[in-house]
Structures are given as C-alpha cells and as structure tokens.
C-alpha cells in the first residue's frame, strides 16, 4: 500500500508513472473516498436515529406529562 506513495513523494526525482503504479494510486484513492463515504453514512445514520429516539423520547414524556395533568 505504502509503495503506492513514493513516485508522489519522490518530487526532486523525474519519475515517470508507469500505468501499473498509476492503476495502483487510482484503486488506494477510490478504495479512501469509498470508505470516508461509509463512514460518513454510518455517521450520519447514528445521528438520525439518535435522535429520532430522542424526540420520540421527548414527547413519549410530552404526553405522559399531559395525560398526567
């Protein structure tokens, strides 16, 4: 994975990017913003459900409260 990066740090040596290393950099950069999509959908779901339950909470407690009085 780490040999992906070197011809991209390597900026003082005139380096030539064959199609295979070029490929290699392609699959690492596509298989990073897949996994930052995941995880920025997991995320986000979480915060939906919590708070969903949360409201649900709150007037679940709302009517309690009314029914009460």
Do not use: G, I, L, N
Not at 20 to 41: F, R, W
């Amino acid at each position: 994975m780490f040999s992906s990066f070197t011809p991209v740090v390597q900026h003082s040596v005139p380096y030539k990017m064959t199609a295979a290393a070029a490929e290699e950099v392609v699959v690492v950069v596509v298989v990073v913003v897949v996994v930052v999509v995941v995880v920025v959908v997991v995320v986000v779901v979480v915060v939906v459900v919590v708070v969903v339950v949360a409201v649900a909470a709150a007037v679940e407690a709302a009517v309690v409260v009314v029914v009460v009085e």
